[in-house]
């Protein structure tokens, strides 16, 4: 398979992203999933994706869409497009699995997907994560990953403004 064909090959449907996951808990993967606009990849998010895929077997990440981040973020925002953060993500070894989504949260997805964990940064607290009541209630789990301090894309967005 050609490198990029393999990358592409890891972002999905949701239909499609659906029977996977079927799949892989039927041959007993434990499934992953977190969720981000990951508009300018940085040490923070590559931080959590490793951390979160180790969680598990399987790393499902559930991308916010343009209008989507635009709407959570303001009108200036996303830097890139979603397809380019979604090939950006996939192209991760610990990425299993990209799929975008058009809501402001990724409950729909979650609810979909069933995911064993979900995962979110250390800037979440468990009762502001969404999914987490419906993950839990089937008897998956909920992670927090501690924020890497330092290294956010608004911030980013700001020093390379100053330059």
Known sequence: MHKLQWVQHKIFERENLVRECNIWRNTGKKIVFTNGCFDILHHGHLDLLARAAGHGNI???GINTDSSVQRLKGPSRPVNNEQDRAFQVASLLCTD???LFDEDTP???????KPDVLVKGGDYTIDKIVGADFV???GGSVEIIPFVNGYSTTSLIERIQRL
Do not use: D, F, K
């Open 59 to 61: 790393l499902i990440v």
């Open 97 to 99: 699995a990209v799929c």
């Open 107 to 113: 409950e729909t997805l979650i609810n979909l997907l």
């Open 136 to 138: 839990q209630s089937y």
